[in-house]
């Protein structure tokens, strides 16, 4: 989590997230983004509603925080695995014809020894680590938070710390842009109870603002989107008057619908889920509303930064109204997002039961020209396994060019892909799935599950 303090009295949280989470949202009528955001059905609170669906609490916060999108935080810092991480995430997002949604959080010294304190040990492997981000982004549209406080937060650091930080901020701005010219980069802006717009602004156009497509305030706190809107135009004012122009706002809504102030939510039960994530802003200053902050998400107070607990998410959305629709995840014509990944404990009855320790079930959920999506379902045989591994060989002319919700190995045609963490142990006749991003033809090639 990224600790923001205000000169006056609140201050904001910028927490790690594991996850993210997108889904309703329109055409945009002002901004310069249109089409639907992402919704990733393999976050903590995804999880966590379909292993509690008995919860009292489960429905709630199914419907008003799980079924929406929050952006997936890339706060661990390792440099040989982030590749993956955004290689899974962008593909499943472009698979199903959607926009996905990052916020970068691992520079140097980020939150100046606060509750999410860590990041890259120097700036050189911040740089390798960003370089790793950015040749996964893919070609199309993606909205990236750059390094949440990194700008409005610099009281840990001096003159020349600062000045290194702001050149780190403005070539991973650039090395981002680069790779993907679609990709949409937003710097910190800090938020309207904090910095004075004037300050604000000057920070963000010497940390490169000018290479950027705008900023994004309020992230993970609790100012109301008036506010922080009145502070954007501020900011754009200042901008223009120092040269730089054309430069648009994010905010984040996903806790500012109820009390400002008190700079962490973890004990407070004063908060609500603000305006429900959408590029539809209809303000030509404001490219999206976003959940920055998954909801939920504890920002290092009363528990440990990033982790979910249902006690904060059901505070946060009991009293909020529900979403303004229920699109699909995706259109009939576009492949569909990444299956749910949770273990279950109800497989589906048209499956064989497994005779060994573990069966894998294989089908292609979506076509399209030079290539398919495939889901596999794994599932517990004798047993409860603690670990799995899926083999087959591919069809000829077909590669796998993205996984998620497991760890892909290949050699020549032969393809295994074995669990993550959280979904190795499976219960007594319990299941999961992971899916895949595949060219050539679907086939019906036979899979063979082993465990440990």
Not at 139 to 166: F, K, M, W, Y
Request: charged share 10%; proline share 6%.
């Amino acid at each position: 989590m990224a600790r923001s303090r205000v000169v006056a009295a609140a201050a904001a949280c910028a927490t790690v997230a594991a996850g993210s989470v997108l889904i309703v949202s329109g055409t945009a009528s002002a901004g310069t983004i249109s089409g639907t955001l992402y919704r990733d059905p393999s976050t903590a609170v995804a999880r966590w509603v379909e292993s509690n669906s008995g919860d009292s609490r489960a429905a709630v916060i199914r419907d008003k925080i799980a079924s929406q999108p929050a952006t997936r935080w890339l706060s661990n810092f390792n440099v040989s695995a982030v590749g993956s991480e955004v290689a899974g995430y962008v593909g499943a997002a472009n698979a199903a014809g959607q926009i996905p949604a990052l916020t970068v959080y691992g520079i140097t010294n980020r939150d100046c020894g606060g509750a999410s304190s860590g990041g890259a040990p120097d700036l050189g492997q911040y740089q390798t680590w960003i370089g790793n981000i950015a040749r996964n982004l893919g070609t199309r549209t993606v909205v990236i938070n750059l390094e949440p406080d990194s700008i409005a937060l610099l009281t840990c650091l001096n003159s020349s710390e600062i000045a290194a930080r702001n050149q780190a901020l403005r070539t991973a701005t650039q090395t981002l842009k680069a790779a993907n010219p679609n990709a949409k980069v937003y710097l910190d802006g800090g938020h309207s109870a904090w910095n004075s717009a004037g300050e604000q602004a000057s920070r963000l156009v010497a940390a490169g603002v000018a290479g950027a497509d705008g900023f994004y305030t309020n992230a993970s706190n609790f100012q109301p989107t008036s506010a922080e809107a009145a502070y954007g135009r501020s900011i754009i004012s200042s901008l223009n008057g120092q040269g730089v122009s054309g430069k648009r706002q994010v905010i984040d809504t996903s806790r500012n619908g109820g009390a400002s102030g008190d700079w962490c939510g973890d004990d407070n039960t004063d908060r609500r889920i603000g305006q429900y994530p959408t590029v539809n802003t209809g303000d030509a200053n404001i490219d999206g509303y976003l959940w920055i902050k998954p909801p939920g998400e504890a920002d290092g107070c009363r528990y440990a930064a990033g982790s979910f607990q249902p006690d904060l998410a059901y505070s946060l959305a009991s009293t909020a109204p529900n979403p303004p629709s229920s699109s699909p995840a995706s259109s009939p014509s576009s492949p569909s997002s990444s299956p749910s990944t949770s273990p279950s404990s109800s497989p589906s009855p048209s499956a064989p039961f497994p005779t060994g320790a573990c069966g894998a079930t294989l089908q292609a959920v979506s076509t399209w020209n030079g290539g398919y999506q495939g889901e596999v379902k794994v599932q517990a045989g004798n047993g409860t396994p603690s670990g799995w591994t899926v083999s087959w060989t591919l069809p000829a002319g077909s590669s796998i060019s993205q996984v998620w919700n497991g760890t892909l190995t290949t050699s020549g045609s032969a393809v295994s892909v074995r669990n993550v963490s959280w979904n190795g142990n499976l219960p007594a006749d319990g299941s999961t799935t992971f899916g895949f991003i595949a060219t050539g033809t679907a086939g019906t090639p036979a899979l063979t599950c082993t465990s440990p």
